[in-house]
């Protein structure tokens, strides 16, 4: 695994790639760390891998 994912401070939104300005949104993934779920997002145009913070739940985390 040899890419840098690039940590970003979100505003109101998040389409305009940092890097290069693409302005049409980005292609999404998933990295599982532990028991966190990092919800990452591609830039179509330079392929740069930004984490703006987000993470997913688990639906296997059901606890009653
Ligand atoms: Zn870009």
Do not use: A
Not at 37 to 43: K, V
Not at 45 to 61: M, R, V, W, Y
């Amino acid at each position: 695994m040899n890419y840098k994912i690039i940590k970003v401070q979100m505003e109101n939104e998040f389409k305009i790639c940092p890097s290069c300005g693409y302005e049409d949104g980005f292609h999404t993934m998933l990295k599982k760390e532990g028991h966190v779920m990092r919800w990452l997002f591609i830039c179509p145009s330079c392929q740069n891998i930004f984490d703006i913070g987000q993470t997913l739940k688990e639906n296997n985390e059901i606890r009653s």
